[in-house]
């Protein structure tokens, strides 16, 4: 079951804390993104890449940085600057730059602020 | 402004009886609008898409641009269907995602 992955399954932080979650892809796919899935609110985009070193801010960008140094890597950054930052993290690629395609989604991270 | 709306966060049906999941959206171009489904304990994953008129699983669902509605059906809902079930729409690479309903089918 490869294609995305997301590690760790499970993280726990103090608060004040930054932590950084990670995302690889081996599907050679151009673009790929963040979302944070919380109970009743669906999925909300965090940030996006469609190429390498290059990255735009999704609907709920605050509080959270991205780096896209190579195709396969997109990790995230969740900062102290996060309000509320306990949440399941998924991250999920599609193939190119065309529209209407599908999106891949990896396992997800669920994080925990203490 | 894009937006997609799930009115129905968890639906109950008995086996064998019909299910339609409502997905109404707002978008000003041609959508591109997918249903995405997470059963228990998998990764969230592709369903259908409105682009390939196909049937999956048994699920249909047609794009209606007068009512900008893109509902799932399915004639005979079986317990394996009990899953989360997301529609979404697509802007180029940029993806919009419902709140979600839940699907419970019942024995």
């Known amino acids: 079951d490869g294609g995305i992955t997301q590690s760790p399954k499970y993280l726990f932080r103090k608060e004040g804390q930054n932590v950084t979650l990670s995302c690889e892809q081996n599907?050679?796919?151009?673009?790929m993104y963040w979302y944070r899935q919380d109970p009743g609110q669906g999925l909300r985009l965090i940030y996006y890449?469609?190429?390498?070193?290059?990255?735009q801010k999704g609907d709920i960008a605050e509080g959270y940085s991205v780096s896209r140094e190579k195709k396969e890597s997109f990790p995230l950054t969740v900062t102290s600057a996060q309000k509320n930052p306990t949440a399941f993290y998924l991250c999920?690629?599609?193939?190119?730059?065309?529209?209407?395609?599908?999106?891949?989604f990896g396992p997800g991270t669920r994080l925990t602020v203490l | 402004a894009q937006r997609v709306t799930q009115p129905e966060k968890l639906l109950s049906v008995f086996k064998g009886a019909p299910v339609e999941l409502k997905c109404n959206y707002s978008?000003?171009?041609?959508?591109?609008l997918f249903w995405y489904v997470q059963y228990s304990r998998q990764r969230l994953q592709l369903l259908l898409r409105?682009?390939s008129r196909e049937s999956i699983k048994g699920f249909t669902a047609d794009l209606n641009k007068g009512e900008t509605s893109f509902h799932l059906k399915k004639p005979f809902a079986q317990e394996e269907d009990s899953a989360m079930y997301y529609c979404?729409?697509?802007?180029?690479?940029?993806?919009?995602f419902g709140s979600g309903t839940k699907l419970n089918v019942k024995p």
């Open positions: 890449s469609q190429i390498v070193n290059d990255f």
């Open positions: 978008y000003s171009g041609s959508p591109e």
């Open positions: 999920a690629s599609t193939p190119s730059l065309a529209g209407g395609n599908e999106q891949f």
């Open positions: 409105h682009i």
């Open positions: 599907l050679n796919h151009d673009a």
């Open positions: 979404a729409l697509g802007n180029f690479n940029k993806f919009y």
